[in-house]
Each structure stands twice: as C-alpha cells, then as structure tokens.
C-alpha cells in the first residue's frame, strides 16, 4: 500500500512521521505531476484550510482530488483537511473539495480555547487521545454520514463511504486507530 500526503502547507510531516512510525510507504503531493504517481490512500493534513484551498486551486490539484476522493480513494482529512473535505462551511465561507455532506464550522472553540487535548470512544475502537488545535467541529451531517465521534456533545470525528474526517490530530497524539482505520479500507 502507498500512501500520498498533500504537502502544500501545515503539519503534513507530522502525518510523515505516523506513516514511517507504521512502516507504511508516502510519497508527497506538491504539484500536479505529483499525481501521476499511484496511490492507495491521501492524508490531508491539519494547517490553514484557506491556504490550503487557495493552494489547491492554484496549482490545479483541487479538481483531480476531488474526482479521485469521488470515485472511491480513501482520505482521511484532520483538522483543516477535514474543512477540505466539507460540502459546506458555516458563515458562508467558500467551500473546498467539498466531497462530503457535512457542515463544518471553523475556528470552533474560540480561538485559544480550540487547542485543548482530552480522550473519548471512537467508533467501535475505543477511546482514544484527542488533540485539538484551533479545531473546528461537524455541526450537521448529511445522510450516509456515520458518526465517529463527539466530545461535550459536539461531532468531532465522521465517516461517510470512503471518506474519514476528524477534527483532532490523531498523528499528535501517536493514535494508530484513526490510520487503521482508513488502511482498511485501502484493503477491501
Ligand atoms: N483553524 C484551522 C483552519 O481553519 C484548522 C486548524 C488545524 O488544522 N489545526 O483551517
């Protein structure tokens, strides 16, 4: 299996550093060529999902990404690579990859308070280290969206098919599961 890490901006060697600690093979994804590499799954990483989006956008990777995501790659998306993923953001931002019908609200807790750390059960793996920085929540999910997770009753982890977003930094954390989770899929 072979993994790819979009590597525009924010905390993707740290995404590095949890696939080399599970032994599991990356390369990075920087400019459109990149793509014509073969891959089994993508990490959006945690950073600036503006930045991110603007990037994305800028460098034509925004269009091949979503069809790959739409046509069935697993991705999992942390923190602003789950605002990535979101159909829509609350205020009416500008949406990204927008391949999953969830409403994410940015920027969330206030903008210290969103950087705080605490356990609880994800999905059917128990619980597990969660990270926030600057962290955004799910404030609505579409149909066919599982939830994963939710601290003080907010959602905080979800799945919909082929697609993991989580709001915390799992790689911050060292928590295998969320990883495990999205390699399974890589294997069906
Ligand atoms: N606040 C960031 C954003 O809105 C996300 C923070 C993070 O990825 N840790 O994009």
């Given at each position: 299996m072979k993994a790819a890490v979009l590597a525009l901006q924010g905390a993707f060697a740290e995404q590095e550093h949890m696939l080399d600690e599970m032994g599991v093979e990356y390369f990075e994804i920087r400019q459109e060529t990149d793509l014509q590499q073969e891959f089994d799954v993508l990490l959006l990483p945690g950073g600036?999902?503006?930045?991110?989006?603007?990037l994305?956008?800028?460098?034509?990777?925004?269009?091949p990404l979503k069809k790959k995501i739409e046509d069935g790659l697993p991705v999992l998306g942390t923190c602003a690579g789950l605002i990535l993923l979101a159909?829509?953001?609350?205020?009416g931002e500008a949406h990204h990859l927008a391949t999953m019908p969830v409403t994410v609200k940015r920027n969330a807790y206030g903008r210290q308070l969103g950087s705080f750390r605490t356990t609880a059960p994800f999905g059917d793996r128990g619980e597990i280290?969660?990270?926030?920085?600057?962290?955004?929540y799910i404030g609505r999910v579409g149909e066919g969206v599982?939830?994963?997770?939710?601290?003080?009753?907010?959602i905080v982890a979800v799945r919909y098919g082929n697609q993991i977003g989580v709001a915390f930094h799992p790689e911050l954390a060292g928590v295998r599961t969320v990883y495990e989770m999205l390699f399974e899929r890589a294997g069906e």
């Open positions: 600036e999902s503006t930045v991110m989006g603007k994305l956008r800028e460098l034509n990777l925004l269009v159909g829509e953001l609350s205020d280290p969660m990270v926030f920085i600057r962290a955004p599982e939830i994963l997770a939710e601290v003080d009753g907010r």
